[in-house]
């Protein structure tokens, strides 16, 4: 259960401000007082220790807690507050880190709602994913057992807390397992840290004095983006570690992850289900290709307000769509190759996951990111077109050349496109809507 939350014995430091113990389990205490009386909160989710102390209240005091991006505008913010519904904004003003009072005495039901996380409504307006208490603590102690994460564990971070990555693995982690927490303002080595959550962009901007300076951590994880191979290799060749990838939605909260014992590890391979949960291939083609569909205690109770959305989502015996492209065997776990909607590509017969054609793109030297769409052809019925961004000047035809000596031939851009940036979201997923 989420009672569980060890606000009494952690340690949370966020930029400047330490708080631990007593201290910590005070200030939660005190901000849950002031949360009396009401069913759902919004959370203005800024970087820093009134959101954790908000946060944690709500949980603490049963109170559903809606996180807001800071950065969002005026009208998405404004969607989010009325379709939730909630009654009362919490900003950094509204949290007195000095106030002090006892937890709530009383445990909320485990099956009770715990957070409603919007989505980032690609398809429309967001949706907002009702995530129960026991779906975080089914998720927190799948990745405790998977990584053996314990009280005695440092984690360090730079991650935004109003998403899933940051705020229930990085912030509810540390707080449930009583492990200290150091939440950095930019992503950097920390003394003494024992593990290091970060997305793809974030370790590929660091450089190979800061990856060195991390060699005497025991676990690396990248999650939230795809891991392109360059980055994995050169985090290895300066840090001695291979990072450990995961895998999960807003809607399933993570389901697999990489072990660290785990002998053969490559970009792109994200692990073997959490304990409890179930995971297939529907629709898989010869190769293994398919939609990686889930079940489990780590699942969302649905979308607010959208049972259309809801019903949608979920397959005739119970299984949920996550449109994701997957292959899976026991030996390496599962393997991601983008999505549905925007990565299966139907070229000349052939079905193609967009994301093998960017990793045996990523495999040229020059090549530092890639992205792979369909486009409409009248002999195709679709084009494989690649946007590449490259170190140096290369021709295209090499390129081309690289995906065709790599992988099937009928696999090959038939375009090459050279863009001096992909376009991304705050998470580091690269956004092909933008590139269509």
Known sequence: ???????????????????????????????????????????VATPTMHTVVAVAAGLAAGVIVVPINPASGEAERAHVL?????????????????????????????????????????????KGAVLPRRAIAACLDGLADAWTWTASDVLAHALPLFHVHGLVLGTLGPLRNGSRLIRTRAFAPVADASMYFAVPTMWGRLDGSALAAMRPARLLVSGSAALPSRVFDQVREHSGHRLVERYGLTESLIVTAARPDDGDRHAGHVGRPLTGVGLRIAGADETGLGEVQLTGPTL????????????????????????????????????????????????????????????????????????????????????????VVCAESVDADVLVAQVATALAPHKRPRDVRFVDALPRNAMGKVQKSRLR
């Not at 017969?349 to 009248?378: R, S």
């Open 300 to 387: 969302f109770d649905g979308y607010l307000n959208r049972p259309d959305a809801t019903s949608a989502a979920v397959t005739a015996d119970g299984w949920f769509r996550t449109g994701d492209l997957g292959r899976y065997d026991e030996a390496h776990g599962l393997r991601l190759l983008g999505r549905l909607a925007t990565d299966l590509i139907k070229t000349g017969g052939y079905k193609v996951g967009a994301g093998e054609v960017e990793d045996a793109l990523l495999g040229h030297p020059a090549v530092l990111e890639a992205a792979v769409i369909g486009t409409p052809d009248d002999d195709l019925g679709e084009r494989i077109v690649a946007f």
């Open 82 to 126: 009325a379709d939730s519904n909630t009654s009362l904004t919490l900003t950094d003003a509204d949290v007195d880190l000095d106030a002090r009072a006892p937890l709530p005495a009383t445990a909320p039901d485990d099956s009770a709602p715990a957070l409603i996380v919007y989505t980032s409504g690609t398809t429309g307006p967001p």
């Open 1 to 43: 259960m989420l009672t569980a939350l060890s606000t009494a014995i952690a340690d949370v430091t966020v930029g400047d401000v330490r708080l631990r113990g007593d201290d910590l389990a005070g200030a939660v205490g005190a901000c849950a007082t002031q949360l009396a009386g009401h069913e759902r909160i919004a959370v």
